[in-house]
Antibody, heavy 122, light 110 residues
Framework: EVQLVESGGGLVKPGGSLRLSCAAS????????MNWVRQAPGKGLEWVSS????????YYADSLRGRFTISRDDAKHSLSLQINSLRAEDTAVYYC???????????????WGQGTLVSVSS | QSALTQPRSVSGSPGQSVTISCTGT?????????VSWYQQHPGKAPKLMIY???KRPSGVPDRFSGSKSGNAASLTISGLQAEDEADYYC???????????FGGGTKLTV
């Protein structure tokens, strides 16, 4: 069974940093592209970042580039998202999601974690 | 404001059909055959319902179908059931540098 478990969220002051992690199991992690997608409270989904197998290709949402860094450790079956200079508008549930092999781009995700909540407030 | 435009809400009675629209631009929906749709129940993670405009992942009922014409994509749900009540999001590949864009979501009431 595919499992994705996010961790690392919490309450952070504006300007602070956080590192989110996603532990993957039940599939060959190294073969799959992965995404981070966030959802602000009561709002819609927002794509954050994608990383290809082997970290060859990395993409970020235009508005987030520069403060967010995605990475993966295939040996540890782990995906990470480093967020710096946090702002109130970064408050959201952050989901890690797997891109299925049958999808031609990273715009589809077939398995999602339960999400980790990041709250940015003074 | 989301990159893709969806109606905020739609409704239908059990057994009926509903269609949710998703309007984009030549840079996303019209430019590629990579539109996907997600269903999200309150407090739950999204679920992939349609990918590559018309394809259904294994396990998704064939009551769910997708289509695209120009810069507009659509999700049609036929034979509405109570459990279909949820939020639905469209998503499109948008090339470089934007890469991926979501719609604002549509609340379906059955």
């Amino acid at each position: 069974e595919v499992q994705l478990v996010e961790s690392g969220g919490g309450l952070v002051k504006p300007g602070g940093s956080l590192r989110l992690s996603c532990a993957a199991s039940g599939f060959t992690f190294s073969s799959y592209a992965m995404n981070w997608v966030r959802q602000a409270p009561g709002k819609g989904l927002e794509w954050v970042s994608s990383i290809s197998p082997g970290s060859r290709y990395i993409y970020y949402a235009d508005s987030l580039r520069g403060r967010f860094t995605i990475s993966r450790d295939d040996a540890k079956h782990s995906l990470s998202l480093q967020i710096n200079s946090l702002r109130a508008e970064d408050t959201a549930v952050y989901y890690c999601a797997r891109v299925p092999l049958y999808c031609s781009t990273t715009s589809c995700c077939d398995s999602w974690g339960q999400g980790t909540l990041v709250s940015v407030s003074s | 404001q989301s990159a893709l435009t969806q109606p905020r809400s739609v409704s239908g009675s059990p057994g009926q059909s509903v269609t949710i629209s998703c309007t984009g631009t030549s840079s996303d929906v019209a430019g590629y055959k990579y539109v996907s749709w997600y269903q999200q129940h309150p407090g739950k993670a999204p679920k992939l319902m349609i990918y590559d405009v018309t394809k259904r992942p294994s396990g998704v009922p064939d009551r769910f179908s997708g289509s695209k014409s120009g810069n507009a994509a659509s999700l049609t749900i036929s034979g509405l059931q109570a459990e279909d009540e949820a939020d639905y999001y469209c998503c499109s590949y948008a090339g470089t540098p934007t890469h991926v864009v979501f719609g604002g979501g549509t609340k379906l009431t059955v």
